[in-house]
């Protein structure tokens, strides 16, 4: 490689570096620094976005339809804008051979390598899921991506902070003790079920690194683009159509939902289909918890709301094969259920 190469490398890897610190540090761990503070001091961050003060989600219309829809979008379209830069960046400026080196083997290493690559990001399952659809496109094994995907949920420092200071630490300890495995045992799952070198092209193929800096940024644009105009309509009429859903995925909510396993496992798969920002889950618990319900459903929740959704199993459609994203929501239930039977034997509150 000549010394002009080398620096075009260089270049692009630093400008790949300063996007993910910036724009992370903007819209991740800033906001999320104070608002750590303010979850110590109040014991809480905020209202459930599912329902709010109520005791019930709002019956199905096209009102609550929109008014989740805004309200959810409020909340991570900064996010869903970095997902889509970081998605598209991926493939313009980093060699794909970079990517498999790091991550394109389908063993523990590779896997755990994706897992901990996913921590700092803290994204939601949604807005993950283009930088997921990005390392796919340059090669990352399946076990390495899925790890990624679910340690930005399950293993997000923040969240796991705001419950501590919520809902209380022995949550968090229930929470950690089931992650771990989730993020990758799954992670080992989807080698197993997908193979390494099972890649559905995304955007474009993979082909030899452009030249000019012109042409990287075209590649860029085009790609950003391209992943936009393919991800995010299907994304929209989702959670528009989950929003107008809420009541029946989410009943009436009180005293009478103990911790019997009919609702400890309604709830489990009531979560997996839903999709809330980074951290919903946790007011979402707190509020249900004071409503009365039983932990069993509420711990189910806690494991189930964030790192899968339909709209995030979507907009991965093309890039992880169905049978291996099935495979995973039936895996975040069971993890679920298995919390909640956790949390019900425990008797935690």
Not at 162 to 175: I, P, S, Y
Request: with cysteine.
């Amino acid at each position: 490689m000549t010394v002009a190469s080398r620096n075009r490398y260089a270049t692009r890897w630093l400008v790949f570096g300063l996007l993910v610190v910036a724009g992370l540090f903007y819209v991740k761990w800033y906001p999320y620094y104070g608002r750590a503070f303010d979850a110590a001091a109040h014991h809480s961050i905020g209202h459930s976005i599912l329902m709010g003060d109520a005791d019930a989600a709002p019956s199905p219309s096209w009102s609550a339809a929109v008014d989740y829809a805004l309200a959810y979008g409020k909340a991570i379209w900064k996010a869903m804008v970095l997902g889509l830069l970081l998605g598209s960046a991926v493939q313009a400026l980093l060699p794909a051979t970079a990517i498999q080196r790091m991550l394109g083997r389908a063993n523990f290493g590779s896997t755990l390598a994706g897992g901990l690559l996913g921590i700092p990001g803290m994204m939601c399952t949604c807005c993950a899921a283009p930088v997921v659809a990005g390392l796919r496109q340059q090669r990352a094994a399946p076990g390495a991506s899925v790890a990624f995907w679910l340690s930005n949920t399950l293993l997000n420092p923040a969240t796991l902070v705001f419950t501590g200071f919520v809902l209380g630490w022995q949550w968090v300890g229930l929470r950690i003790a089931l992650a771990i495995p989730m993020v990758f045992g799954l992670g080992w799952l989807a080698n197993r079920l997908a193979g390494p070198a099972t890649v559905a092209p995304l955007d474009v193929p993979v082909v030899a690194e452009s030249r000019s800096a012109a042409s990287v940024a075209r590649r860029w644009l085009e790609i950003f683009v391209r992943m936009t105009l393919r991800l995010i309509p299907e994304y929209i009429v989702i959670v528009l159509a989950l929003g107008a859903a809420r009541a029946w995925l989410f009943p009436h909510i009180g005293p009478e939902i103990g911790n019997e396993w009919y609702w400890i496992a309604g709830l489990a798969i009531a979560g997996m289909l839903f999709v809330i920002p980074t951290a919903g889950e946790v007011p979402i618990v707190q509020a249900m918890l004071a409503l009365g319900m039983g932990a069993g459903p509420a711990a189910a929740l806690l494991f189930t709301l964030p790192p899968v959704s339909l709209p995030s199993l979507a907009m991965l459609g093309r890039s992880l094969p169905w049978r291996l994203l099935v495979a995973l929501a039936a895996a975040v239930v069971a993890f679920g259920v298995l919390g909640g039977a956790i949390a019900a034997a425990a008797g935690m509150r």
